[in-house]
């Protein structure tokens, strides 16, 4: 199973999005790690885990270069373990990164996760979305940042669920709670906003 297989029809349209809402910049931007763990990790295609959690670094890699904001939660970490050892090898590289456990499906009613938004600011708005799984806790997340005042973009390959039907269905509901549809290139291509600088070409090299 991979997620490059999907059709283009399973992918949901997206609805009330301002153009303006729909550009990224990286002044305004957070990237979030929602439940890349261990133990729920064994449970994914092992094809789409290694796509997405390669998509992940590569957003990983974006934010550190361009100093955005990382959030990083880990759902019952006592039983599904902590963020895979892949993810955590990139984020040993990033200084601005902000953590916190959860059993809320939604990071949005976790106490710590208020704590962490409001310290990021009101100016930090448009947050960029990965995680597992898609139709629980990446859904619920982005409902709540929506309902919040916040854009949510979410790549359809740095996403995934135990089933590809799941996948799809999280993307349908994420696309009528008003997130964001996108891929990495597409997150990536819009923060960058600009060939020939450094960045561009450092981060264009990942893709390739």
Same mark, same amino acid.
């Given at each position: 199973?991979?997620?490059? *297989?999907?059709?283009?029809?399973?992918?949901? #349209?997206?609805?009330?999005?301002?153009?303006?809402?729909?550009? /990224?910049?990286? %002044? +305004?931007?957070?990237?979030?790690?929602?439940?890349?763990?261990?133990?729920?990790?064994?449970?994914?295609?092992?094809?789409?885990?290694?796509?997405?959690?390669?998509?992940?670094?590569?957003?990983?890699?974006?934010?550190?270069?361009?100093?955005?904001?990382?959030?990083?939660?880990?759902?019952?970490?006592?039983?599904?373990?902590?963020?895979?050892?892949?993810?955590?090898?990139?984020?040993?590289?990033?200084?601005?990164?902000?953590?916190? *456990?959860?059993?809320?499906?939604?990071?949005? #009613?976790?106490?710590?996760?208020?704590?962490?938004?409001?310290? /990021?600011?009101? %100016? +930090?708005?448009?947050?960029?979305?990965?995680?597992?799984?898609?139709?629980?806790?990446?859904?619920?997340?982005?409902?709540?940042?929506?309902?919040?005042?916040?854009?949510?973009?979410?790549?359809?390959?740095?996403?995934?669920?135990?089933?590809?039907?799941?996948?799809?269905?999280?993307?349908?509901?994420?696309?009528?709670?008003?997130?964001?549809?996108?891929?990495?290139?597409?997150?990536?291509?819009?923060?960058?906003?600009?060939?020939?600088?450094?960045?561009?070409?450092?981060?264009?090299?990942?893709?390739?």
């Amino acid at each position: 199973m991979s997620i490059s *297989d999907t059709p283009d029809k399973a992918l949901p #349209e997206h609805h009330n999005v301002s153009t303006v809402e729909l550009a /990224l910049d990286r %002044e +305004r931007a957070i990237l979030f790690i929602v439940d890349f763990q261990e133990k729920l990790s064994k449970a994914m295609s092992a094809e789409v885990l290694r796509k997405a959690g390669s998509n992940a670094r590569i957003l990983i890699e974006m934010a550190r270069r361009l100093d955005i904001p990382i959030v990083v939660s880990q759902q019952y970490p006592q039983g599904l373990g902590t963020t895979i050892e892949e993810l955590e090898d990139t984020l040993s590289g990033c200084d601005n990164v902000h953590r916190f *456990d959860k059993v809320e499906f939604s990071a949005c #009613e976790a106490e710590q996760f208020a704590l962490i938004k409001e310290s /990021l600011g009101d %100016e +930090r708005s448009q947050w960029i979305v990965t995680g597992m799984e898609t139709h629980i806790c990446v859904y619920q997340t982005v409902r709540g940042l929506v309902q919040a005042g916040k854009s949510a973009h979410i790549p359809v390959d740095a996403v995934l669920s135990r089933s590809k039907e799941n996948w799809t269905t999280g993307l349908g509901l994420i696309g009528h709670a008003g997130g964001v549809i996108s891929s990495t290139e597409a997150v990536l291509f819009d923060v960058l906003g600009r060939a020939e600088t450094e960045d561009f070409k450092a981060l264009a090299r990942l893709v390739k």
